[in-house]
């Protein structure tokens, strides 16, 4: 499938910003179910953009731009092809090894709810392990209501599954959570999500992959309970949210500011 991608966001100050410097994760990089065919990142203030990759190797770019800033404007927009690869992830070199991905964060602590609730799946441990994995993301879907406005970046996996409820970043937390717990590598995935008949969002997607011995790395997306197909393109991966959010930075000066995101992924002709 063909992909065509425009993100746009866009901050607003009350009064000039001075200053404004951000760390984007907005490029997504290819595999073999996914080949970037053109992308490009613009910024409506004048300013270089200084490409690397974070330490997980997920293609980034920073920028500082000077004041007086009433406004500021990011926008990526590129297209991708995908194929359904029934959510098994081959091709992409891995700069850590799995286990490294069981290592806890804030964001995806286990509290003693998500502890018990990840240790009925114990005795599934010795046998298929994609089946479990799948079940454990199917009774998180079935368990937890997707809500927007009642959670943040700050969310954390314990407090959403406390609550039953969440969007897509929370989901993607309480399974990594669970499986981390469980002994099995987990890690946090964004990106973007075509919705046939609804290409404008206000959010990216976020889903999760475990490592599962014999196949690697495999997606999960306990939000829409399923794994990625080629409507999902791949942008970044960490630990948690705060390590693979597309944006990242700070302004100064700027009182009153307001953000604005506009997303739009649409399928187009070969």
Request: proline share 4%.
């Amino acid at each position: 499938m063909r992909l065509r991608i425009r993100h746009e966001t866009r901050y607003v100050y009350e009064t000039a910003a001075q200053r404004a410097t951000e760390v984007v994760r907005l490029t997504p990089g290819g595999h073999d179910g996914q080949y970037v065919v053109n992308w490009r990142i613009d910024v409506s203030a004048d300013c270089r953009l200084y490409a690397s990759r974070d330490p997980f190797g997920n293609r980034m770019h920073n920028f500082t731009v000077e004041g007086p800033l009433d406004t500021l404007s990011i926008v990526a927009e590129g297209t991708v092809e995908t194929t359904d690869t029934n959510g098994v992830l081959s091709g992409q070199a891995e700069r850590f090894p799995p286990v490294l991905f069981q290592r806890g964060t804030p964001l995806t602590h286990a509290d003693a709810g998500l502890r018990a609730f990840a240790d009925s799946y114990k005795p599934g441990l010795k046998g298929d392990r994609i089946e479990l994995m799948h079940r454990i993301m199917g009774d998180i879907a079935g368990s937890m209501e997707f809500a927007v406005d009642v959670s943040d970046s700050g969310t954390t996996a314990k407090a959403a599954f406390a609550e039953k409820r969440g969007v897509c970043q929370d989901f993607a937390h309480v399974f990594v959570a669970v499986c981390r717990h469980l002994g099995i590598p987990a890690r946090f995935v964004s990106g973007y999500l075509y919705r046939k008949g609804a290409d404008d969002a206000a959010a990216g997607h976020a889903w999760s992959e475990a490592h599962v011995d014999g196949l690697g790395w495999v997606g999960f997306d306990p939000a829409n309970d399923m794994s990625p197909t080629d409507d999902y393109v791949r942008v970044a991966t960490a630990l948690d949210y705060l390590g693979a959010s597309p944006l990242r930075g700070a302004h100064y000066g700027g009182d009153g500011e307001s953000l604005d995101v506009e997303i739009t992924v649409e399928k187009v002709l070969r």
